[in-house]
């Protein structure tokens, strides 16, 4: 069965850097995209980035484009999000989700804290 | 970005029940292709989100016929014929018709 397991979060303080990952697991990871969402604490979900099948395209929210950086090692079925300036507002639960245009996030992880506070 | 919003935020519903919750989308989620990108998503207590019904009424694999989806326009609607404790948790609804995905505030489901 899809198996995603997050992994890297912590606390972290302004202006620092977190890559988390994703390690996947009962699909054939090269075959589709890959999603990051979040969660801040008591809130709602909210998009935050994407990456095609091949890793060539990358797709990200407003909020992080430009300090947030989606990846894949398809050879290691891993999904990575590094993220650098990190603002207290990045605090939240971060779950990778597997994606296609046919089924859009049809398998969620348990997702990991990262927490941005000095 | 389009804009998700739901109603009601949250209900209570005694089991055995029916429960709705509505959807509306700021802007078609008609693709070219004529798929509707509205899906529906629920979070258990201490759960990751989970799929339930995807282009507005196609349930996801494993969930209960009980769950049903249905449009009209840009508003859009979760049906329970009969909730179960189970049920309970927050009810998403989401468009993927164009990045970024947006989702609506959520609907808390409690059990009377």
């Known amino acids: 069965q899809v198996q995603l397991v997050e992994s890297g979060g912590g606390v972290v303080q302004p202006g620092g850097s977190l890559r988390l990952s994703c390690a996947a697991a009962?699909?054939?990871?090269?075959?589709?995209?890959m999603h990051w969402v979040r969660q801040a604490p008591g809130k709602g979900l909210e998009w935050v980035a994407a990456t095609a099948y091949d890793g060539i395209k990358q797709f990200y929210a407003d909020s992080v484009k430009g300090r947030f950086t989606i990846s894949r090692d398809n050879s290691k079925k891993t999904l990575f999000l590094q993220m650098s300036s990190l603002r207290p507002e990045d605090t939240a639960v971060y779950f990778c989700a597997k994606g296609s245009r046919a089924v859009a996030l049809d398998y969620w992880g348990q997702g990991t804290l990262v927490t941005v506070s000095s | 970005d389009i804009v998700m919003t739901q109603t009601p935020l949250s209900l209570s519903v005694t089991p055995g029940q029916p429960a709705s919750i509505s959807c509306k989308s700021s802007?078609?989620?008609?693709?070219?292709?004529?798929?509707?990108?509205l899906y529906w998503f629920v979070q258990k207590p201490g759960q990751s989100p989970q799929l339930l019904i995807y282009?507005?009424?196609t349930r996801f694999s494993g969930v209960p016929d009980r769950f049903s989806g249905t449009e009209s326009g840009t508003d859009f609607t979760l049906k329970i014929s009969r909730v179960e404790a189970e049920d309970v948790g927050v009810y998403y609804c989401m468009q993927s018709i164009q990045l970024p995905y947006t989702f609506g505030p959520g609907t808390k489901l409690e059990i009377k």
């Open positions: 282009e507005v009424s």
């Open positions: 802007q078609s989620l008609l693709h070219s292709d004529g798929k509707t990108y």
């Open positions: 009962g699909f054939t990871f090269s075959g589709y995209g």
